[in-house]
């Protein structure tokens, strides 16, 4: 089993950065796909980004896209979210996930992921 723990969250002001970092121990990530995920109170988690095993093929959601750029660095067991431009809409905890059957791909769907960190808070202030 893969443990994940994200890092990077914090209070940011409309129109700023962030960096979010998942870090791996366990098992290496590099035959995984990875997906980012977020959630707000009284709303389920949505899709964020994700990235195939070998980092070919991402996908976005469409309010991410052009925005938020996901990336893996296999040799650190990491994946990183860079978000840039950031809306008081993209407030919520944010969760990376591993994806241990289908690593080829990119999936959408929460139900499609096997491990889960504990999510990191991003605020942003308009």
């Known amino acids: 089993q893969v443990q994940l723990v994200e890092s990077g969250g914090g209070l940011v002001q409309a129109g700023g950065s962030l960096r979010l970092s998942c870090a791996a121990s366990g098992r290496t990530i590099s035959t995984y796909a990875m997906g980012w995920f977020r959630q707000t109170p009284g709303k389920e988690r949505e899709f964020v980004a994700s990235?195939?095993?070998?980092?070919?093929?991402?996908a976005y959601a469409d309010s991410v896209k052009g925005r938020f750029t996901v990336s893996r660095d296999d040799a650190k067991n990491t994946v990183y979210l860079q978000m840039n431009s950031l809306k008081p809409e993209d407030t919520a905890v944010y969760y990376c996930?591993?994806?241990?059957?289908?690593?080829?791909?990119?999936?959408?769907?929460?139900?499609?992921?096997?491990?889960w960190g504990q999510g990191t808070q991003v605020t942003v202030s308009s």
């Open positions: 990235i195939n095993f070998s980092g070919g093929r991402t």
């Open positions: 996930a591993a994806n241990i059957v289908d690593w080829a791909g990119t999936s959408r769907q929460s139900t499609d992921y096997n491990s």
